[in-house]
C-alpha cells in the first residue's frame, strides 16, 4: 500500500524533532555538566543525590560549630600557654628576689618586671576569638571580662557554659571558666611585686616562690584540659572533611556527566539531527512523477 505524501512528510517531521531534541538535550548536558536537570529525568539518580546533599548539610552544620569550638579552644589555649610562661618568668624572678644579698635596685626592677608580667597576664584574661568574643567572660562574651584595679583583678563576665552540638546529640562546652586562675595569678604576682619592693627576701622565700609555683602548675592543668577538648575538635573536624568529600564525590558521580563521552554522544545526536534535515530536504524535491513511478 502506498503511503500518502502527507503521511510521508508527517514522518519526516516527527524524525526531525526527535532528532533535534536529543541534540537539545546533548547539548544541555555538556553545557551544564549534569546528567540531569530534573528529578522526573532519571528518579534513581536524582533520589541519590536528594540523600547525599541533606546528609551533607547535616555534617556542614555540625563543622560550623566546630569551627566555632575550635576558634574558642584554640584561642583560650594560647592565651593559657602565653600565662604559663609568664609565670615561670615570676617564678624565676621570685626565686632570685628571695636571695637577701640582691640590691635593692635590682628588687626594684624585678617588681617592675612583675609588673609587667601582671599587664600581659590580663590581656591574656581577655583574649579575644576571631568573632570579637571574649572567650573566658561565659555566655557575656560581648563585654571585657576582666579588669584591672590594683591591687586586685575583677571579673566581670559569667559561668554560664557556652556549649555546641558537635556529634549528633552531642554537646561541648567550648568555654573554659577560668575566673579564680586569672583572678588569683594576678593576686599572687602583685604580693610578689610588694614583697619585693618592701625588700622582704623571707616572706618571697616563705609565700611568694610557693604560690607563683602552684598557679604555674594549675595554668599547665588548664592548658592540658583545654588542649584536650581542642585534640577532640580538630579530630571531628578532620573526620567532618572527609566526609563531606565523600558525599560531594557521590552527588558528583550521581549527576555529573563524563565531559568527553558528553561531547561524542552531541557530536552523534549532531550527526543524526543533519541527516535528518537533509533526508527531508531531498525528499521535498522530488516531483509528482517521482511518487507516480
Known sequence: MRIGTQRQYEAYQLQILNAQRRYTEAQERVTTGRRFTSASEDLIA?????SARAAQRQVEALDRNLRVASDYLGTSETAVSEAVTLLRRASVLAVQGANST??????????????????RLVEMANSRGTQGQFVFAGQANGTRPFTATPPTLTFNGDTDPIRVETRPGEMTRVDTPSSDFWTGAYADLENLRTSLLSGNPNLIGGRDVAAIQARSD????????????????????SDNARRIDEFTERISDAQDID????????????????????VTARASDLSLLDFLR
Open 46 to 50: 536524582a533520589g541519590t543525590v536528594l
Open 102 to 119: 640582691v640590691e635593692p635596685l635590682a628588687r626594684e626592677a624585678m617588681a617592675n618586671e612583675v609588673a609587667e608580667i601582671q599587664r
Open 218 to 237: 594549675g595554668a599547665l592543668r588548664l592548658q592540658g584540659d583545654i588542649g584536650a577538648r581542642l585534640q577532640t575538635v580538630t579530630a571531628l573536624k
Open 259 to 278: 565531559l568527553a563521552q558528553a561531547i561524542t554522544e552531541m557530536q552523534l545526536a549532531q550527526t543524526a539531527y543533519q541527516a535528518s534535515l537533509q
